[in-house]
């Protein structure tokens, strides 16, 4: 049965507001990357009822967000991390396909985060040409200004940002359900994730989280959790009026990637003089700039944004990410070593892993390290894969006999086959009682 048929069997009076073709858009959208997790597996197996229900409850405003699942991130910092069920994704991931289009037209150019052709390798090169502009092909004087807001995530306003949802949906969208728009970003952004969440792993691990990294350390007006698509766009928001003023009154050549900004002039005096202007725009709207991570200095030092160092002519890795990339290749090694059957069993996690840095690597001056890496990769690991490169990129393919990932589906689709089916038999146990 096709969309346009499951649609017919729906009254007239069931069509109003979200319609049931935006959900199954959203669902489609939600999966890519998602669909071996055991949440996207158990969702999909009756996904289409799912999405009749969800479409149901958001047009009669009676959905409501699920607990999150909390827990402590080391890598590459230690970070508090809150996880959104798949149907709540799949609600932000609505309102993101409705919003983002009126976004862009809204947004500067250089804001990079969570937008369509965009992103931080964008933002990096549009930086290195900034850099290469004011210094007129690195023959002239120019700083760079950088700059970062301390717990930014954590010491956003959310009745500011409830506002500034309103007046913009108000003001650029004209659609039917508008009003169901704001009454559902209402939910989520109010919805207080510390409060309903399940904690993965032991207390002891926030024990060393700075309080003002804890998600409803400044109360219950403040905060939301990072990476959460509605709170990634709220951020984009809450700045953009900050956006606005660099650009077209200051006239200073900027980019930013959430939190962290970057500006480009010939003149010092300027910079230094914008550097005051925008932490008085910071507290303005309650945020704080980080005393610690303010950098002015001539563009011949480079500056660190986006994962990788910009200098003249050249782009780096950051010494983090490389640093991150030999502990894990470390470990990985360790573990062939020291376990028998450990690199047969975990061939594509230890892929995954190396093709993610190969990828990074891949788009800056990393063919000396990327080289280094292949030389510490342990012989144990060239029984079960092998390292091809072709044009200066490199990637680690699996042999066959040893590729995980369908026995992994195949795991999750019984785990979860087992938990409906159990579902279903204390539901006919109920009805018989």
């Keep these: 049965m096709n969309t346009e048929q499951q649609l017919s069997l729906f009254s007239p009076e069931e069509m109003g507001g979200f319609s049931l073709q935006e959900v199954l858009e959203a669902y489609r959208v939600c999966l890519r990357g998602k669909s071996g997790t055991f949440e996207a597996q158990k969702f999909g197996y009756r996904y289409m009822s799912e999405c009749v229900q969800l479409w149901r409850s958001l047009n009669n405003q009676t959905y409501q967000l699920s607990l999150f699942i909390a827990f402590i991130s080391l890598y590459p910092v230690m970070r508090e991390i809150y996880g959104s069920k798949f149907v709540d994704r799949l609600v932000d991931t609505i309102i993101y396909l409705k919003l983002l289009p009126l976004l862009d037209l809204q947004f500067v150019d250089d804001n990079y985060s969570t937008r369509k052709d965009k992103g931080a390798l964008y933002g990096i090169r549009r930086v290195a040409e900034m850099i290469r502009i004011e210094s007129e092909d690195y023959t002239r004087d120019c ?52 409060l309903n969440c ?30 959460k698509v509605i709170s990634q766009l709220s951020a984009l928001m809450y700045l953009d009026t900050i956006d ?13 990637y959430m939190d962290d900004r970057v500006m480009v002039d010939k003149s010092l005096e300027k910079l230094q003089e914008a550097k005051k202007e925008l932490d008085q725009c910071h507290v303005d709207i309650g945020l704080r700039t980080h005393p610690r991570k303010t950098y002015l200095q001539h563009y011949t030092k480079g500056v660190l944004f986006g994962g990788a160092m910009i200098m003249p002519g050249r782009t780096y890795v950051s010494n983090r990410t490389v640093g991150n990339c030999f502990r894990q290749l470390a470990r990985f090694n360790y573990l062939a070593q020291t376990e028998a059957g ?10 995954s892993t190396l093709n993610s840095y190969f990828g990074q690597m891949g788009h800056h001056a990393e063919w000396n390290t990327m080289h280094r890496i292949i030389r510490e990769i342990d012989s144990e690991w060239f029984k079960v894969m092998m390292v091809v490169g072709k044009r200066g990129r490199y990637k680690v393919y699996v042999h066959p006999p040893y590729r995980q990932r369908q026995m992994v589906v195949r795991k999750h689709r019984c785990r979860m086959i087992t938990l409906l089916n159990n579902e279903d038999h204390r539901r006919s146990m109920r009805l018989t009682a």
């Design 143 to 194: 700083y760079i200004l950088k700059d970062d807001i301390k717990s930014f995530f954590m010491s956003m306003e959310k009745q500011r940002v409830m506002d500034n949802w309103e007046a913009f949906v108000r003001e650029n969208y004209h659609e039917a359900d508008r009003e169901l728009i704001i009454a559902t970003l209402r939910k989520i952004v109010f919805f207080r994730p510390e």
């Design 198 to 227: 399940i904690r993965k792993g032991s207390p002891r691990d926030w024990d060393p989280m700075p309080p003002d990294k804890l998600l409803g350390s400044q109360g219950a007006r403040r905060g939301f959790p990072i990476g």
């Design 244 to 256: 606005h003023l660099i650009t077209y009154v200051w006239k200073i050549l900027n980019g930013h």
């Design 342 to 351: 450990y690199a047969e069993q975990h061939a594509e996690e230890f892929a």
